[in-house]
Each structure stands twice: as C-alpha cells, then as structure tokens.
C-alpha cells in the first residue's frame, strides 16, 4: 500500500467519524439541505424549488492528485450566475484496489467541495463517470465484470458506500450521481434501472436521505412505452432522473428502434444545428418528461453541449437554454476542465469554449429557470403568416423563425390569430404546414385557429380551410385553458357576411354560461387598432366587443395589422376604463411583412411596426402577464402585468 493509501477498515472508521471537518466549518447563508418531489429536482426545506444551473468540472488534476480549484475560479463560478459544480470522479483513482481508497485525493476532493460551498455553489457528486467505448476507460480494472452495467452492479457498492458516508452530513453536497451513462447493448433500461435500484439501496444504509440522480442508457436513449420499466426503481424518494442533452434536432424526438437515439451527438465534430429545429428540440425532452409524469420522478439536465466548431452553435446552446428554462430545468454545461491553467468558460470571459455573448448556461438572465406556479398556463397569440411555398424557402421564411420562438416558449396552447397562407389557403400544405406541422405533428395538435376573411376562406361554402384545421370558418368556438375562458369568434363571417347574427347569438350563449373569472377572445380583424394603408378600424366588429365587456371580458387579441399594438382597458367608445375595460393586442406579426402605421388611436400604451414575433399570455388564475417577443434579430419587447375583472 502506498504512503498517499489507506486500507479501506481503517478508512470506513474515519469516514465514519468526522472525516468532514477535512471540509471545513460553517456555511454559507443560502445553502441548505435539499430534497426532490415528483416534479422538482431540488427543492428547499421551505418548499422552494432551487434551479441547479452549473458545470461540469474534474475537481482532482489527473496530473497533480493535490491539486484542485483556486478559491478565486469557484467564486467566479459563482459570479457568473451559476448555482452549481458538478464533479467528475475518477473511480479508478479513487479505489485503486477493492480494500483501498486513496486518501490523499479524497482530501483534495474535500478542499475542492469546500471552495465551492464557500463560493455558495452546490455540488453535485458524478461518482462513476463511464468513457469510452465500453464505458470501462475509467473503472480501476479490478472491478470489471463484464460491461459496464454488470462491472457497477457487482463491484461498486463499496465506493459508493464511502463517498455517501464522507458527504451525508455535508450541505453543500446537493446528490450523489451515481454512475454517468451506464452502457449496456442493445439498449436494456431494465437491466440498467435494476443496477440502479440495488445502488440505490446501498447507498441508503449509509445516506438515507440525500438526492441521487440515475439515467438512462448511454445517458441520452427512450424511456418510453415500450423502452422502460421504471418499477426496479422501487426507492424512489430523493431520486432524481438525469440526462444528457446532446440531440440537434432533425429527427422526430430523437429516438429510433430498440429505444436506440436515432441522431449524432452535438459533441460529435462535424455534428450542427443545422436545420435548426427548436421543435424538435422541445420534443426530446418532453419525450422524458412525459414518461417521467406518472413515476413521480423529476428530471434533470446533467450534462448538455455542443462542439465548438459546430453549425449554429450558439443559436443551439440559446434554443436548448430556453427550452430547459421554460420547463423549470436545472442543467450543467458539458465542461471538464482539470487544472487552473484550462481555458474554462464559466470562470473566463473570453474562454475557448464559451460562445460570443456570455450564453452560458443560459441563454439570458432574464431566462433563468423557475418553477412555473401550478395556477398559469403559457399561451402564445400571433397571426399574418407565411407566403413561402416548398421545404427550401419554407425553412428560411420569417415564420419558421416566429415558429422556432414558439416552439422554445413551450406552451400549452397556441392562438392562430388567420391568415395562416398567403395568398390563399390552397397552398397550407405547401407552407404553413411545413412550418406548423405536418400536420398532424409538430405544433399543430396545440394551434386553436380564427379564421380571417379573404386569405383563409372566401365565400361561404368555400370548405379549404375546414378541410385542414377540421373546423368551420364561420363558426365560434370556446375551451378553458387553466382557469380561463378562451373564446375564438370567426371575423370571416362578417367579411363574407355568413350569418353574422348566428355568431353573435352563439357569443351571448356561451358568455352567459361561463363561470371563469377571467376571459379572453380572440380574432382577425382588429376593432381596437392604429391606421395602417391597409386596414383601420373594423367597425362591424362592435357588437361582439359590447358583449364581451358587459360580461366583463379582460382580453381581446387580434391581427390584421402587419405589427405589434397594445391598448389600455377600455370601453366600446374607446374611453379608458381601467376597472371594467377591455385590454386589446394586435398581433399580425407571424412573419409574412410589416404595414407601418398611418396615424394614431385613443389610449395605445406600446406598439411597433418592425419586428416580428408572438404575444406570450402567462394567465394565472387571477390575472395575466404579457410579453411581445421578438423572433431572429429582433429588439422590440412589450412587457407587463394585469388583473382580471
């Protein structure tokens, strides 16, 4: 045994005793003991969800085992905004022999766990971190028995066990991720969670109440119907499901036969974000979600990345940053750097690894994750979209990158305010819907259409739009989204004057029957609106808005219009009212050009006539919050908050 060893008897008496004190004393104000629910990762003893946003790091230099971190790089860390490290272990280094542990690396571990407890960061403890091939480069070759999945199901408890007993008492030591893409092939998540579940159980005897983390086949593979069965993981409390997000879009949700990733990994060289697919991005890591809903298993982003060089790099790392952001994920970005002389983006401006703008781990600050309440729902509004006909011009048009912003705001639903295909709807197939869908894919199954007059539908009989949206043009329709009321009203049936009186009698009904507080409608044409060349005031309209605010309507969002408009409340004769008044929207900014304003109108608080984009409605059960955000490069935003009636 060497002098920087110690014999695994006497070393289960130190960790057993109060070993910790290597670590220091004190903590800092923030860091408290934290613990998982069905839906979140890390939760606060006060309820409080907290988003790990971090890196990933070797706190031991694989050429100087004394040497880690400076005090100075944890804290500017920290400084960056980041909440978390997430050390790389080096199993082979640790337990070189199966009674031995190396104690001097552990005690650098312990200096590097202390820096970052006092820079406030968490830390997250990759026990067994698999490379290579089969997944054995870093297994001290002892403990190998067959792959990976058979080597850490027969040989790793004891490790485990130590790492639990040395850290069980140590805050700053938010989970324990138990071993890092485990492979096994073909793809086998039952053999997989089955280790996991026996780990899981060793490590209780020890820690009984400390996060650990498990993951999926090669870290990134299906755990859908059919892929996996999530009962070996019988312990489930304090378990936290990780991933790595490494999927460019461009196919499906990313997932193929034998439950296999059906794509190259981003950190692959010659692998881009190119097509650039925000859509598909979303469905890979919805894909967990939804099969995580009913496990009460909540999911976290252990490592994300993409190769420097790579097409659209920095576009991917904001797409994927928004994305986790919406959903409430805490992630850490695919970084190993080892030793204080590594260019390292999370502590250097300017690092070799960070792209331009500072965009790491998220895209923006005001995109840090948080809890979305359980009472709001996400709804996006936008309308006037896409001339473009064919894949080629289609995926460069100004809708697709209205429809990238949608895609990555995830919302429950998705108000198409007409005027889907210019010049008429015959060519949908061809445009729209190879942005949107294909139907019945895509965003389609969450798009509540309105119908406008002219390039939607142009007579009454006219069916091409029913044909596509499978609902007529001329009729109303009403659903709740969370606790609102969402009406949509078909200002085509005044333009083609198909029973206008019908619509109304159906509104006056379906007002007279609903019990939300809050209320929102929605159409094309716009009764509250700034003049442009094309379109003013649609004055036919008025009855609908004297309906809805005698029935204490808060919102109406509309289009038409080529731009952005917001208007305060208000009644019918456009004198403000900000108790019993209406908030109206024109949002005609789906992409297809802009129509710049003509001329003023009573009580507009924003509007702009250059940008691109969609309206975000957040609808809590007593109020809403409002967002214009702008797609691609544009810079105009709208922001605000209200109250319903």
């Known amino acids: 045994m060497t002098r920087r060893t110690i014999a695994f008897i006497a070393a289960t008496v130190l960790v057993g005793g109060s070993l910790l004190v290597a670590s220091g004393v004190g903590r800092p104000a923030g860091l408290v003991v934290l613990h998982s629910t069905a839906t979140q990762a890390f939760v606060a ?54 009674t031995e542990f190396d104690q001097g690396r552990l005690e650098t571990l312990d200096v590097a766990v202390d820096r970052a407890r006092r820079a406030g960061l968490y830390v997250i403890l990759n026990a067994i971190h698999l490379s290579g091939e089969r997944g054995l480069d870093e297994v001290p070759p002892w403990a190998v028995v067959g792959d990976s999945v ?43 969670f089955s280790m996991y579940g026996g780990l899981i159980d060793a490590v209780r005897t020890v820690d009984p109440t400390k996060i650990v983390m498990v993951q999926p086949s090669y870290g990134d ?69 939804n099969a995580l809903a009913s496990s009460v ?119 198409g305010l007409g005027d889907f295909q210019y010049q008429y709807i015959s060519g949908i197939g ?50 709740d989204v969370g606790a609102w009321h969402l009406i949509s009203l078909p200002a085509a049936a005044y333009r083609a004057r198909c029973d206008p009186g019908g619509v109304l009698k159906w509104l006056r009904a379906d007002l ?7 209320t929102l409608a929605f159409w094309q044409d716009p009764y509250w609106t700034r003049p442009t060349k094309r379109h003013d005031r649609s004055s036919e309209l008025r009855p609908w808005i004297e309906e809805l605010y005698a029935h204490g309507a808060d919102l109406v969002v509309q289009a038409s219009n080529h731009n952005y408009q917001r208007f305060a409340p208000q009644d019918p004769d456009d004198r403000p009212d900000p108790d019993r008044g209406v908030r109206a929207f024109v949002v005609g900014t789906g992409g297809v050009s802009h129509y710049v304003f003509t001329g003023d109108a009573p009580n507009v608080q924003a509007s702009d006539d250059t940008t691109f984009g969609a309206l975000e409605l957040t609808l809590r059960e007593d109020g809403y919050d409002w967002r214009f955000e702008p797609a691609a490069a544009g810079s105009f935003t709208d922001a605000g908050t209200g109250q319903c009636h």
């Open 221 to 289: 593979s299906s755990i859908g119907s059919g892929c996996a069965d999530l009962s070996a993981l019988h312990n489930r409390a304090n378990v936290v499901f990780a991933i790595h997000f490494v999927f460019t879009g461009g196919a499906g949700d990313g997932f193929g036969a034998g439950c296999r990733p059906r794509h190259d990994p981003a950190t692959d060289g010659g692998v881009g974000y190119d097509p650039i697919d925000a859509a598909g991005l979303r469905r890979h890591v919805q894909s967990y979600l």
């Open 45 to 98: 003893p006060n309820g409080t969800p907290i988003a790990l946003d971090g890196v990933n790091i070797d706190p031991i230099s694989g050429a100087n085992p004394g040497q880690t971190w400076r005090q100075e790089r944890f804290d500017a860390i920290a400084a960056r905004g980041l909440t978390a490290v997430r050390f790389r272990l080096p199993w082979k280094d640790l337990q070189p022999q199966p």
């Open 430 to 479: 061809n445009g729209f819907d190879r942005i949107f869908g294909p139907k019945p894919g895509g965003l389609w199954p969450i798009i509540h259409p309105t119908a406008g007059g002219f390039h939607d539908v142009r007579s009454c009989d006219d069916r091409r739009y029913q044909d596509y949206w499978g609902r007529s043009p001329m009729a109303g329709y009403s659903f």
């Open 297 to 415: 298993i909540p999911l976290y982003v252990a490592e994300f990345g993409i190769e420097k060089a790579a097409r659209n790099r920095d576009r991917w790392i904001a797409d994927v940053n928004r994305i986790f952001s919406k959903l409430g994920l805490g992630r850490a970005w695919r970084e190993y750097p080892s030793t204080d002389d590594a260019a390292f983006s999370a502590a250097d401006q300017g690092g070799g690894r960070v792209p331009s703008g500072d965009q790491l781990p998220r895209a923006a600050a005001s995109d840090a994750p948080t809890a979305r309440r359980d009472d709001a729902n996400t709804v996006l509004a936008v309308g006037d979209f896409t001339p473009c006909q064919g894949a080629e011009e289609c995926a460069v048009s100004n809708t697709a990158k209205v429809r990238d912003l949608i895609a990555t705001s995830v919302p429950d639903a998705v108000l």
């Open 150 to 192: 058979s080597t850490a199901q027969s040989s790793a408890s004891t490790y485990l066990r130590m790492l639990a007993a040395r850290y069980r008492n140590e805050p700053a030591v938010a989970a324990y991720d138990l071993v890092d893409a485990p492979r096994r092939w073909p793809v086998d998540q039952g053999a997989v």
């Open 512 to 518: 007279a029957a609903n019990r939300a507080r809050c």
